[in-house]
């Protein structure tokens, strides 16, 4: 499923709202984006909802797969693909078969609110396509790398294709989050693949940074700030983290002096420049 068919992504320049003012009082413009700045702002908005569709599609997926499969070790199962079809996302789980290649053992559709399809496979039923079989390679060359974590937890991993005409793949190792209240900033890591090598790869943040939800008197705060170094504009970390923290997280990019909102809206991710 094309996300764009799903949603439509909204990226735009706001002006906090302030008091009313005196009709002879100018009022001070909204800030406007650089070109640069809507595109890099479209691309973290885009990424982070692909990053987060398909971990949610990977956890729904994982949970029941495992009420099918409860035996799943037994049987071989090695891990999972996502793959982005018409009518939501399908988790594929995986086993690898003596000719080198590798067969699906069960497979799950998950719309975006719960999974719609489960399918068991006999062993021979349905052989991974090329494509998927890069998937497969592109998360275990990323897995295989050496890459900071911020928590005890074993990485996440998330992988698409790019969308580039080369054909890459795009492969996340993400910090997960394990405990209530706490989202990691720190410690997710981004790999471009490309004909199965490691094209390019980042890491989006300098250090570890775990922050609580949490306010001082047991609520939850309205947002998350938090400062930004590595880029003139929030990532696609950002933007999946906005779902983990339930409320909006303010970036502060320092090298431009700007202040951004990641938000939730609707169901829908956004970006917003503040100042």
Not at 125 to 149: F, Y
Not at 156 to 162: A, K, L, Q, Y
Request: aromatic share 10%; hydrophobic share 45%; glycine share 10%.
């Amino acid at each position: 499923m094309n996300c764009f068919k799903a949603l439509a992504i909204l990226v735009c320049g706001y002006a906090m709202a302030a008091a009313p003012l005196a009709a002879q009082e100018a009022v001070a413009p909204a800030p406007e984006m650089t070109a640069a700045e809507v595109a890099g702002v479209q691309q973290a908005v885009d990424l982070g909802w692909l990053v987060y569709s398909y971990d949610q599609a990977a956890w729904h997926g994982t949970d029941a797969m495992l009420e099918d499969l409860p035996n799943a070790r037994k049987l071989g199962v090695a891990g999972w693909i996502v793959n982005d079809i018409e009518d939501g996302w399908e988790t594929v789980f995986y086993r690898p078969v003596k000719d080198g290649g590798f067969e699906a053992v069960w497979a799950g559709v998950y719309d975006g609110r719960k999974v719609i399809r489960r399918t068991a496979y006999a062993t021979g039923e349905r052989t991974l396509t090329a494509g998927e079989v890069a998937l497969v390679q592109a998360n275990e060359l990323a897995r295989r790398q050496k890459a900071d974590r911020c928590t005890t937890g074993a990485f996440n991993t998330v992988v698409f294709p790019s969308g580039k005409p080369d054909g890459g793949i795009y492969a996340y190792l993400l910090t997960p989050q394990v405990a209530n209240g706490e989202v990691p900033f720190g410690g997710h890591h981004r790999f471009e693949i490309v004909d199965g090598k490691i094209k390019d790869r980042r890491s989006f943040a300098k250090s570890c940074l775990v922050m609580s939800v949490a306010a001082p008197d047991g609520g939850r705060p309205q947002a998350l700030t938090i400062t930004h170094l590595l880029d003139p504009v929030p990532t696609e970390i950002h933007v999946f983290s906005v779902w983990a923290a339930g409320v909006p997280v303010y970036v502060l990019t320092t090298g431009n002096n700007r202040v951004w909102a990641a938000e939730v809206s609707g169901g829908k991710p956004r970006i917003r420049l503040i100042k």
